[in-house]
């Protein structure tokens, strides 16, 4: 595999100390199309004092259950970028590359930061054949876990009553949103394109950057990348 060049699309970013999240869904058409949109990205601990982080990226909101084992775009490589120091450049990269039903990953220091990224192909983490109907979770170097494939959109959202509320009727104008039980999961059934990494901490380095609290933190945030 060549070094191909890439160019960045849309990022969302995250903070994950013992754990933050960020959500989005259905981003503006410069983000390349659905193939490239970042759904959901996750940073969390997988179990409590773990010495290792699990990322979470989430692709394409809203694969239909007709669709319900949609596919990963070729063209489209995906960067998990990890900053140690706190200045918001990353110093650290996983990325997830898929071809030919295998999603690849490397990981390490990026050869470009920035909105530009290469594929660190003298850097392999692992790959794993990306997932149907049956879940596959594949073991990469140092005691990584990898994983690709679709999984259920966790993204709550009654879309019709958002409608509802934003553009009201006048004769019948709801007076707001619906509690948890009455409303409407509008992506109950929809799938999303997870990239899964659960990875030791040790090998992301030693992170100089604290929050509020003075705890040591991992700002994380994830790109989608168009080869040009």
């Known amino acids: 595999m060549s070094k191909t060049k890439f160019f960045a699309g849309i990022a969302v970013l995250a903070f994950a100390g013992a754990f933050l999240i960020a959500a989005d869904h259905l981003d503006a058409p410069s983000s390349g199309g659905t193939t490239a ?23 394409q909101s809203s694969v239909l259950p007709d669709l319900a084992y949609g596919t990963f775009d070729e063209d489209v490589l995906t960067e998990i970028n990890i900053d140690t120091d706190g200045d918001l450049v990353e110093d650290y990269v996983i990325q997830a590359y898929p071809q030919g039903g295998i999603m690849y990953f490397f990981a390490g220091t990026p050869i470009q930061t920035g909105l530009n990224s290469q594929i660190l192909v003298d850097n392999p983490l692992g790959e794993v054949a990306i ?98």
């Open 37 to 59: 949109d970042i759904a959901d990205f996750f940073a969390f601990e997988p179990t409590l004092g773990s010495d290792n982080t699990t990322f979470v990226v989430d692709l």
């Open 131 to 228: 997932s149907g109907s049956t879940a596959v979770v594949a073991e990469g170097m140092g005691g990584t876990k990898l994983f690709a494939g679709p999984r259920q959109d966790p993204f709550f959202f009654d879309f019709f009553q958002f409608n509802a509320v934003i553009n009201p009727d006048v004769n019948s104008a709801p007076m707001g949103f619906k509690t948890a039980a009455e409303a409407e999961d509008t992506f109950d059934g929809a799938n999303t394109m997870s990239i899964v990494v659960e990875i030791p901490n040790s090998m992301l380095g030693t992170t100089t950057a604290t929050n509020a609290l003075g705890i040591p933190v991992y700002k994380t945030w994830v790109t989608t990348n168009r080869k040009q």
